[in-house]
């Protein structure tokens, strides 16, 4: 264990000395839940892969103090590729609440204070006054678990203010000792009225003079049967922390793989009857280089819902993508079928034509099915299969078994 370990656990571990000893052995009541998933995957590239992974998270409540200990990690090993087994902790942090709505988090936890989340040893103090004014302070180190991810001298540190869905913020970034950004944030959340509400979050990296992200969203709902969004957003993801090259939606990954960005996304949702629904999305990307790098992406669809008279919802859609790397046209279906309390099955399936500049022209497919079996009250498992055929392999088959269970002690059920 390292120093910085160390002192992580110490630390922990002295909160909860201090939140038991002042006053009579109580056992805390608790919070938990584990998933296990085990996946056997055919790569027709190499030998096959077959990763096993194990998450909990258990949430310990009224320690002394009302402060609570939140606990989350997985225990994984890939039976194909061999290896040994692994474990990556995410969470373990105590909180303690403080007076006039302040409180103090100490341990390792998510940091979502700014445009990023991050896996961070930290110590973070909150505060929401009486009149809606909530200001954030935190300091720690941010870790990551992607394989061959420099763990040097890292860094975060920063602070938000938030009050009346305006807010303003600052953040500092240090990976393995180059400075990655000092930036500053703000922005803010507006309802104009009941059918109209904005949203406007501006980034700029102070340290290094560039504007890593702007954003403008419109909501309108100018009836009930209508929902409009619209959203405009410059993207810079060159700064991006640690082995991770994409932000985003995975669905520009169909456009660009890195290098800034300005996008346009509009979506619309009809209802038609009580059974049927309209939904259309568009978007455009912008890549900032030289050459005509745009891509265009529509999808037109149809939501049949009939949950409550057969427990049944489907839809489909057709797709249409033109970006540089060239054109596909293609259909997407999906279902979801309720037969009794005990079994539900969901599918989803994409067919597409690609005429790719480099690939040529060829099929593409991907067929999902995923059957879930209520085991307890609590407790359900899930079998899936996962079958593609798509321009980069010839085939990728996957079985999916995954088993989830709720627990609980105490007052709070």
Not at 170 to 175: A, E
Not at 277 to 295: C, H, I, P, W
Request: proline share 2%; hydrophobic share 35%.
């Amino acid at each position: 264990m390292g120093i910085r370990e160390g002192l992580l656990a110490l630390s922990l571990g002295a909160g909860l000395v201090a939140s038991q000893s002042l006053a009579a052995v109580k056992i805390p009541s608790y919070e938990g839940e584990v998933e296990t998933q085990i996946e056997i995957r055919e790569d027709v590239r190499s030998d096959d892969s077959i990763p096993f992974d194990t998450y909990l998270k258990i949430d310990l409540k009224d320690l002394k103090g009302n402060s609570d200990l939140y606990f989350y990690g997985k225990l994984w090993k890939d039976f194909g590729y061999g290896g040994t087994w692994e474990a990556d902790l995410y969470q373990l942090y105590l909180d303690v609440p403080l007076n006039q709505g302040a409180k103090l988090t100490v341990g390792r936890q998510f940091i979502s204070e700014g445009f990023e989340t991050f896996v961070s040893d930290a110590l973070k103090f909150e505060q929401k006054l009486e009149n809606g004014f909530r200001y954030t302070f935190y300091i720690g180190k941010p870790r990551f678990f992607e394989p061959n991810t420099p763990d040097g001298d890292d860094f975060l540190a920063g602070f938000k203010f938030d009050y009346k869905g305006f807010f303003l913020g600052f953040q500092h970034l240090r990976n393995d000792g180059r400075l990655v950004k000092s930036s500053v944030s703000f922005g803010n959340y507006s309802y104009v009225s009941e059918e109209f509400s904005y949203y406007t979050r501006f980034e700029v990296d102070t340290a290094h003079g560039e504007l890593l992200e702007a954003n403008l969203g419109l909501n309108y709902f100018p009836t009930r049967k209508l929902r409009l969004t619209t959203s405009v957003e410059y993207v810079d993801p060159t700064y991006t922390y640690g082995d991770g090259l994409y932000r985003g939606e995975p669905i520009f990954y169909l456009f660009s793989p890195q290098g800034r960005e300005l996008r346009f996304t509009q979506s619309l949702y009809y209802d038609v009857t009580d059974e049927w629904q309209l939904f259309e999305s568009y978007t455009a990307v912008d890549l900032q280089r030289e050459g005509k790098d745009n891509g265009h992406l529509l999808k037109v669809g149809l939501i049949r819902d009939r949950w409550f008279e057969e427990g049944l919802r489907w839809y489909g859609a057709f797709l249409y993508q033109n970006s540089w790397t060239g054109i596909l046209r293609g259909v997407e279906l999906g279902f979801t079928k309720w037969f009794c309390e005990k079994f539900t099955l969901r599918g989803t399936a994409d067919i597409a034509r690609y005429d790719k500049l480099i690939y040529g022209k060829q099929w593409a497919n991907a067929f999902y099915l995923r059957g879930t079996y209520q085991v307890g009250e609590f407790s359900n498992l899930e079998l899936g299969v996962d079958l593609r055929k798509n321009e980069d392999f010839e085939r990728d088959t996957r079985l999916i078994l995954r088993y989830n269970y709720l627990f609980w002690s105490g007052d709070r059920k």
